[in-house]
């Protein structure tokens, strides 16, 4: 794999420890998409979501979604 999809995907979960104001407007909405197609993702392996449809991120409770609400 090329080194830049690989730096991006142990990247992922930095999301969580670095507040939204101190990345630049650019960094952060690619990280939150990356960060959110991985928590999808992880829901469409387990079987816990079925249907894209379904999930409603701006009602949705579930904490890994807390951060990207900002």
């Given at each position: 794999?090329?080194?830049g999809i690989?730096?991006?995907?142990?990247?992922?979960?930095?999301?969580?420890?670095?507040?939204?104001?101190?990345?630049?407007?650019?960094?952060?909405?690619?990280?939150?998409?990356?960060?959110?197609?991985?928590?999808?993702?992880?829901?469409?392996?387990?079987?816990?979501?079925?249907?894209?449809?379904?999930?409603?991120?701006?009602?949705?409770?579930?904490?890994?979604?807390?951060?990207?609400?900002?």
């Amino acid at each position: 794999m090329p080194a830049g999809i690989i730096e991006d995907v142990r990247a992922i979960d930095h999301i969580l420890l670095t507040p939204m104001q101190a990345m630049a407007p650019q960094s952060s909405v690619r990280r939150s998409l990356r960060y959110l197609c991985a928590r999808i993702g992880e829901r469409l392996a387990l079987g816990t979501l079925s249907d894209l449809s379904a999930l409603d991120l701006a009602n949705e409770q579930d904490l890994v979604f807390f951060h990207l609400k900002s």
